[in-house]
């Protein structure tokens, strides 16, 4: 249940989290950064309770991010003044994830070859004992068992490192598991952090892989990339970004003929979605001008030879999910 938290209260509870969870006066602590907020966050918290001595974040780089993730993160680090520890493992991922469609499958490769990655770069630290810090939120939580038919089922296998191997001994720490997602900008705005990273729209752990509908491979990857920018770019420009809760594009793997100068193309198509919500758990479509749609949609025809349909996505949640998968 959302607790309406005011600022000092949010610092104050998280700082007493530490305080009852972590007795050691220079604990080892190792925080996957994944460079969305919540972790991002996490690791500034961490660094404003914690001593940094033994502290480790890592940033696994699948390959399956946008254009601006990887060299947006480093800056926050930068100014952070924390060292961030980037594994590059973008071909494993991709090789595994070839010829691969279902969706479930795909998070499931994703979350498992990331506990891989992640378990052997432990390993190299040679910390016997540790805390595996998360930003996981209250949403994380009842998301993943959400309730059909009296039945409780995992709609989603939701991306954290909770399984990671055995021989690994660590006590999970979880200092946002009781916060929104507006409760964990509020601490990060408290905290100082530039505004334009703390109001940046969630982007889902296991990245683009679920948003490329169909094979993910790097043509497609890179197709998708491309649309992202030009749509996440163009809502800035237009003052829109703000007004949306999150926006994103989706590439289908279904294809169609259009006409491009005097040539018959046959390409795939791309859909857009910009929603209204406060917590992710109920979403609304933000209402933006036909007009400007169509703008933005022959942007994407004529910078990305790939595709040559643009749709735009006006389902609320529910019935349907803001993900597309
Ligand atoms: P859905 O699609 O379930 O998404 O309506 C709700 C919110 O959760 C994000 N999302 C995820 N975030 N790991 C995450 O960290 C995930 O596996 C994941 N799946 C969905 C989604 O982007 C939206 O904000």
Known sequence: MKQNWKNNDLHQTIGRYFKINVKEKKPNIVCAVSGGVDSTVLAFAISKYMKLDNVHFIFVNNGLL???DVKNIKAVF???????NIINAEHLFLKKLKNVIDPEQKRK??????IEVFS???RKLEQKDFYLAQ????TDIIESRSYHGGKSVTIKSHHNVGGLPKDLKFDVIEPFRELFKDEVRRLGLFYKLDEKFINRHPFPGPGLGIRCIGKVNRQRLDTLREIDEIFIKFLIEKDLYKNSWQAFAVLLPVKSVGVMGDERTYEETCV????NSVDGMTADVTNIDVTILSEVATLIVNKV???NKV?????SKPPSTIEWE
Do not use: M, Q
Request: aromatic share 18%; hydrophobic share 40%; glycine share 8%.
């Open 272 to 275: 857009l979605r910009s929603i």
């Open 109 to 114: 490769i994703i979350g498992g070859l990331f």
């Open 78 to 84: 930068k100014s952070f003044n924390l060292k961030l």
């Open 135 to 138: 930003g996981t939120l209250y």
């Open 66 to 68: 946008r254009k601006y």
């Open 311 to 315: 749709l735009y996505d006006i389902t």
């Open 305 to 307: 030879p790939r595709v």
């Open 120 to 122: 052997k770069y432990i």
